[in-house]
């Protein structure tokens, strides 16, 4: 858990303690020095220059230190997050708090909750097994890998700590470097709010850069979006990733976009990792996909005002299947909508598909739709002819959500987004899906008639509140094993299947 460290790499960290200004009350040893006794011992604590105009959220104080060593500060910052009145539709808007850093080792999280007292504080996601040490309003915990954890009070679902705890920076770019656009500590503003991004081009947000522009990247090819800043009140969408080939997005944090944060459209072998994403206007999806193929999406943290990652083929001018895509280890939150949708958009006239989806070690946080239509953790609404097979699910783990369904599965026609309805489900493996709550509605899998239908449909090992949900075994044998979701599966839906781990392995 103590990678070996790059000469690069440390003097990156002690640079990163300077610009901090941490040689104060908080960190008695200079930056240099902490630096080099932090390596011998391979505990090291990076924290960022303060964020220029992000406003600051005071309701939590945050320090860090390696085991042993001394507290330095994190500056925590304002996320504003969406919360829809199911009676109006009105949007109204809602104050919470974010914090990052960066280590190696372990080190040692202290976080105080100043507004009063607090009687429990929780860590999440609940999968990571963190339980804190409380005394009063604050919380000391440990952490000995890269973590994005909720720090959360008294089960407040706003007024929150998301604390992102990074790896040390790998050899960063340096300002001057060949085929880099350099963004230092500071506010930038590009001109009419629009960054184009060239081909064979390393964009780096330093830690404390602060850019407010919308990321344009369309018919490009090997080029990065990489760092520890922060793109902030985009005034579109955050990123547009166009017709591209071989593009990473790798450490930055979005806020505040005014759509979504990054949308992939006909591109291929595109990559986003330890991205940080908070939204909270209409339309403010997580990562939206369409018509691309082979791209990963690997551990990042999506709290947003409409689907958390959305995968689609045809909307628009764009044109294509989307395949072989690859979401992993990322924890999804969805103030509104989804956090995993799949098949709303295509192309009638030219029918399309989407196939090859993967989803592995997941953890979703929440989930709040009033609409029934719209409701599911992990939903499927297959419109426009798509047809989508080959899909598959490992190890989801979802935590109770505010209002929705666990499972939404149709194909559908809803002539408010679709011309027609989705050809099929076709292939859909679903193993070790957790949930553990009490708050959800009926799930659904449907198909809208015999020609569309949904076929070969797999449970492996699902278990609700710790009860495995199976045909052979836990319920009277005249009973539906869907029924202990609970779920309603209509006539259209064939080859429907709830397996123990012991059945699946014996086939």
């Known amino acids: 858990m103590n990678p070996s460290l790059s000469r690069r790499t440390t003097l990156q960290a002690a640079g990163a303690l300077a610009a901090a200004g941490l040689a104060g009350a908080v960190a008695s040893a200079s930056p240099a020095a ?31 230190r390696p085991v042993g060593g001394s507290w330095q500060r994190v500056d925590v910052y304002l996320a504003k997050l969406a919360l829809i009145d199911a009676t109006s539709g009105s949007n109204r808007a809602q104050n919470s ?33 963190i339980t804190p040490e409380v005394l009063g309003s604050t919380a000391r915990f440990t952490l000995d890998r890269p973590r994005n954890v909720v720090v959360q009070v008294d089960d407040k679902i706003f007024d929150c700590l998301h604390l992102f705890a990074n790896p040390l920076e790998e050899n960063p770019p340096a300002e001057g470097d060949k085929n880099v656009m350099y963004f230092g500590p500071g506010y930038h503003t590009p001109a009419n709010g629009e960054l184009k ?40 969408g955050a990123m547009l990733i166009r017709k591209c080939e071989n593009i990473t997005i790798d450490g930055v944090t979005i806020l505040n976009p005014r ?45 947003t ?91 989801i783990r979802v935590e109770d959500f505010r209002w929705g369904q666990l499972i939404h599965m149709r194909t559908t026609f809803n002539p408010k987004w679709n011309t027609s309805a989705g050809r099929g489900i076709e292939n859909v493996y679903i193993k070790d899906l957790s949930y553990n709550g009490k708050n959800a509605d009926l799930s659904i899998i449907a198909g809208v008639d015999a020609d569309h239908g949904v076929t070969d449909v797999t449970f492996e090992n699902l278990r609700v509140n710790g009860r495995v949900i199976a045909d052979s075994t836990g319920k009277p044998r005249w009973y539906l094993a869907s029924d202990g979701v609970p779920m309603f599966v209509n006539e259209n839906v064939k080859n429907l299947r709830f397996l123990t781990t012991a059945e699946a392995a014996a086939l």
């Open 34 to 64: 902490a630096a080099t006794a932090d390596e011998s011992s391979g505990d090291i604590v990076v924290t960022y220059p303060t964020l220029p105009q992000v406003p600051v959220n005071n309701n939590f104080t945050v320090k860090v």
């Open 97 to 129: 708090s974010w914090a990052a850093f960066d280590f190696s080792g372990t080190v040692e999280v202290e976080v105080t909750y100043n507004p009063g007292s607090a009687e429990k504080f929780r860590i999440r996601p609940d999968s990571y097994g």
């Open 197 to 236: 991004v060239p081909s064979n081009t390393t964009v780096y947000l330093a830690p404390g850069a602060v850019v407010t522009a919308f990321v344009d990247i369309q018919g490009v090819e090997n080029s990065r979006i990489i760092g520890r800043g922060v793109l902030y009140n985009s005034k579109w």
């Open 259 to 303: 759509y979504e944060n990054i949308r992939v459209a006909e591109s291929k072998n595109i990559t986003i990792k330890n991205l940080r994403a908070f939204s909270h206007q209409g339309w403010g999806d997580g990562i939206q996909l369409y018509c691309s193929e082979n791209i990963t999406v690997d551990g990042c943290f999506l709290r």
């Open 305 to 395: 005002s409409d689907d958390a990652i959305a995968l689609y083929t045809h909307r628009w001018d764009f044109y294509g299947d989307t395949r072989n895509i690859t979401v992993k280890n990322c924890s999804l939150w969805a103030d509104v909508a989804h956090p995993i949708n799949i098949g709303v958009h295509g192309n009638t006239e030219t029918p399309e598909m989407l196939e090859n989806l993967n989803f592995e070690n997941i953890d979703i946080l929440d989930h709040r739709e009033p609409q029934v239509l719209y409701q599911g953790a992990i939903a499927f609404m297959v419109g426009d002819s798509n047809l989508v097979r080959d899909v598959k699910f490992d190890n």
